[in-house]
Structure formats: C-alpha cells, structure tokens
C-alpha cells in the first residue's frame, strides 16, 4: 500500500506530521528517482537518443503547498482532494519540437503510462501559457517499496523542447512563483508576443533541421551513385581489361533558363539540383547548378557548386567538364581533399596515370588516411608498372580497411608481378 503523507484525506493536512515523514522517507525518494532515470536515458539511448536531463524531488514546502490547494479545491467542489503525482519528476530536453513525439513513443515501450497531458495544448494563439507533454509513468515493481507517502507510485516525465523549457523557467519565475496574473492590456501582449516568438522559433528551427536532413539524403544517394560509377568505370577496365564512358571530350554546358529559377533560394535550388541528380536527371542537374554559379555566391558555396557540378558532368561521362570543375572547386577551396580525389579519379578513367597520381598524392597531402586515394593510387602505379608502390599504397589502404577484397586481390596481383 502506499498511503499518503496525510493520515486522512477529509481533515486539514498536518504539516508538522507530513514534514516529519517526508524527511524520513526523501533518501529513498531521492534513490527511487535516481534508478528511474537510470531506465529513462538507457530507454532512449537505446534508440539513439542523446538528450538532456533534470531530475528533482519536489521540496517539501513546494509539496505541502499543493496538498493544500488540492484540499482548498475538494472542499469548494465536495469531492476528494486531488493526489499529488509530480513529487518525483524528470524533464527530458529536446533540441527540437520534432524531437517530442517520438521520444513519447520511445517512452511506451519501456514504462507502463499511466497518464498523459499535453500542458498548453487548449491555448488559443492569442494567448500565452506554459507547453509541455507529461506522462505519469509507472515506478517499476520491485522499487514501489521504497516510495512510502506517495499518492500514487509513478514518476512525472515532462518532456519539453529547449525553448519550451526556457519559457518555462521564465513563466515559473515571473508568473507562477510570483503568483501574478497580468490584468491590463500591455502586459498581456508583451507575454503573448514572448511565448508566440518562442513558439515560432521552435518551428523555424525544426523546419531548418528537416532541410538540412534532407538536404543530407540527398547528398547521401548522389555519393552513392557518383561512387557506383566510379568502380564501374576504373574497378571494371581494371580488374576485367573493360573500357567504359565515352572520349571525355568537352560538350557545352546546358542552357540557361532563369526564369524557371529566379524566385527560389540558393538552399531551395540546391535541393532542387540534388533531386534531379538522384533522378539521374544530369542535364537538368547542371542546368540548376549553373544558374546557382551564375548568381555569384560566395567562395565556399562556389566551391560546394562546383564540386556537385563535376560530379553530374563525371556522370555524364563529360570528363573534360568534370576536370575543370574539380580543378574550380580546388582554386575556391584549397584544401577540398575531395575534389583532388575526384579529379584524380577522372584523369584514373582517362588513362592519364601520372597526372591521377598527382591528384592523389595531393588528396593525401590534405587527407592523409583517405582511403579511396591510397586504393586508387596504388592501382595508378599497377599501371604504371610501379608494383611495389603499388602494393606498398595497398598495405598502407589494408591497414585501414583490411578486409576490403578488392585490394586483396590487387595485392595478390602486385606480389604476382614482383615474384616475376
């Protein structure tokens, strides 16, 4: 049983007698809440989520002043007075509001939820108020018997953004613990406007961090392409004596249009070029990653454009486009390890081996564990007929991904040569 800190809920509550065993008892509170929290960040990062944490026992004064704002209630209603759940409480910090929901979702599958309350849902926009999701969760079986006092055995966990919490604070301070209701006007819309600014800023930092994860999936299938092309153009005319892609001359950059463009950001139309390259749409690629160049951005996003540009141009088998884009991107970004490896890469499936080797040798001069420059630097020197820089760039390569069959078997190839 777990009898609460007042003997019988009809009478006033004793604060000489409830303080007496809310000290007896706030150690193992304080234990039981220690161990809950130790479920809670295990729960989520089990599923990857790395959050912030606040854990507290309610002070006694805090607690004995809302047992006796529930008794005042239960008398002016005639019912009993309302249990007091939030005694032990976490509060879990999102860095987004998007954050929320599946760290609620997260939570249900480890705690047995009790109670859910969504603090600030009923505002309309004109008004301002704390927001905040609580779930009454379940203390696990086997600690119930150190939770003497409580009304009932559950933790409160109040999972917030960053910005609802720090509104929080602030509305705690200035209104809840001051107990101050603003009556006139003016106080009214200086509050309503900081929490609406609030609000807003939570939404607009969501809405950048959905961009930038789209942003980054794009990013992530165009490697993958620019990759498969790559073994399909140098890994198969080297291992299988293949010729692929064309004569690599130069064609004329597509056309123009702006007027298909004019009124999109440069982040809109970046998004816009890395969709269509993921459509293995090029052309269209190019044409919107020229028209970015054409609006004179600065260095590095220059230097960015350039570099997805040669790629599109690499895809289109345009190697002589592709060169003068990555060598762009190198005057832009000196130190863009990358677009060395990819030039070197195009001048590797041009046959112009000594020239790749520079291209490597320079990747590694920026990057010096860059493993697709060691790999693909030791295949420049097999074909050079350098076997033992060959396979000394491929112990260099193993060392760092040795299980990597590829460069096995261009190390069984280069012992093969120097046995000869």
């Known amino acids: 049983m777990h009898g609460n800190m007042v003997e019988n809920e009809d009478d006033l509550p004793n604060r000489t007698a409830a303080e007496y065993q809310f000290n007896e008892w706030q150690l193992d509170y304080e234990r039981v809440l220690a161990d809950v929290m130790v479920r809670v960040r295990k729960c989520l990062e089990s599923a990857g989520m790395y959050l912030t944490y606040k854990a507290r026992v309610k002070s006694f004064s805090s607690y004995f002043a809302k047992r006796l704002k529930f008794f005042r209630q239960s008398r002016l209603n005639t019912s009993k ?33 009790v109670e859910v309350e969504r603090k600030g849902a009923q505002h309309s926009f004109k008004e301002f108020g704390y927001e905040s999701t609580h779930l009454l969760v379940e203390i696990p079986t086997e600690l119930q018997q150190y939770v003497h006092g409580l009304d009932k055995p559950v933790v409160e966990l109040q999972i917030r953004s960053i910005l609802q919490d720090a509104w929080a604070e602030v509305e705690h301070e200035l209104v809840y613990k001051a107990e101050f209701t603003p009556h006139d006007e003016p106080m009214k819309r200086k509050l309503a406007a900081l929490n609406a600014n609030l609000t807003l800023s ?12 789209q942003l980054s999936h794009e990013l992530d299938k165009r490697r993958a392409t620019f990759f498969r092309k790559i073994e399909d153009a140098i890994d198969g005319q080297f291992f299988e004596a293949g010729k692929t892609g064309s004569d690599g001359k130069a064609q004329a950059i597509a056309t123009i249009h702006p007027s298909s463009y004019a009124n999109k950001s440069i982040d809109d139309l970046l998004l816009d070029a890395l969709n269509a390259h993921n459509r293995h749409d090029y052309k269209q690629a190019i044409d919107i990653y020229s028209f970015i160049i054409s609006l004179n951005p600065k260095s590095e996003v220059r230097a960015l454009i350039y570099t997805h540009r040669g790629m599109a141009c690499f895809a289109e088998s345009r190697y002589q486009d592709a060169l003068d884009d990555f060598s762009v991107t190198l005057q832009y ?3 863009c ?19 790749a080797i520079e291209d490597f040798n320079l990747a590694l001069e920026l990057h010096p564990y860059h493993f ?25 390569a193993l060392g760092i991904e040795p299980a990597n069959l590829m460069l096995q078997r261009l190390r069984d190839m280069d012992l093969k040569k120097l046995a000869m």
């Open 81 to 113: 007075p309302l249990p007091v759940t939030d005694l032990l409480a976490i509060r879990i910090i999102c860095p987004f509001i998007g954050d929320l929901q599946p760290v609620e979702a997260c939570l249900a599958k480890c705690f047995r939820i």
């Open 202 to 213: 939570d939404m607009l930092f969501q809405e950048i961090r959905d961009y930038q994860h």
């Open 333 to 335: 970004d000196p130190n």
């Open 337 to 355: 390890y990358k677009a060395a490896y990819y030039r070197g890469v195009v001048h590797s499936v041009l046959e112009n081996y000594s020239q």
């Open 372 to 396: 697709y420059s060691l790999y693909r630097r030791s295949q420049a020197y097999f074909h050079l007929g350098d076997y033992p820089k060959s396979l000394a760039d491929c112990d260099a």
